[in-house]
Nanobody, 117 residues
Framework: QVQLVESGGGLVQPGGSLRLSCTAS????????MGWYRQAPGKQREFVAS?????????ADAVKGRFTISISRDNAKNTVYLQMNSLKPEDTAVYYC?????????WGQGTQVTVSS
């Protein structure tokens, strides 16, 4: 059974920070590109960031200049992280973890991030 389990979401004030975590089944983590997507109410799911097994990262242009963001992974723990700083209300969304290898793709159940005062 392939599983991606996210955690770390919650309510944060504007300007605050959150670190999301996604722990993957051992069978899919090694060699897979891990990523984060988000979906705000009434909008399509959009790419946020990704990281390869070797540590190469990619960030969506839409988020690069909006808040400080960093994706990282700990291969020993089968976990990928998304550190988000200087959050704004428009960053409110459900954040989904994604695992991709060639034509295979898996999703987590999502974790809610709400930025509000």
């Amino acid at each position: 059974q392939v599983q991606l389990v996210e955690s770390g979401g919650g309510l944060v004030q504007p300007g605050g920070s959150l670190r999301l975590s996604c722990t993957a089944s051992r069978s899919i983590f090694s060699g897979w590109t891990m990523g984060w997507y988000r979906q705000a109410p009434g909008k399509q799911r959009e790419f946020v960031a990704s990281i390869t097994t070797g540590g190469s990262t990619n960030y969506a242009d839409a988020v690069k200049g909006r808040f400080t963001i960093s994706i990282s992974r700990d291969n020993a723990k089968n976990t990928v992280y998304l550190q988000m700083n200087s959050l704004k209300p428009e960053d409110t969304a459900v954040y989904y973890c994604n695992a991709k290898l060639a034509n295979l793709m898996y999703w987590g159940q999502g974790t809610q991030v709400t930025v509000s005062s």
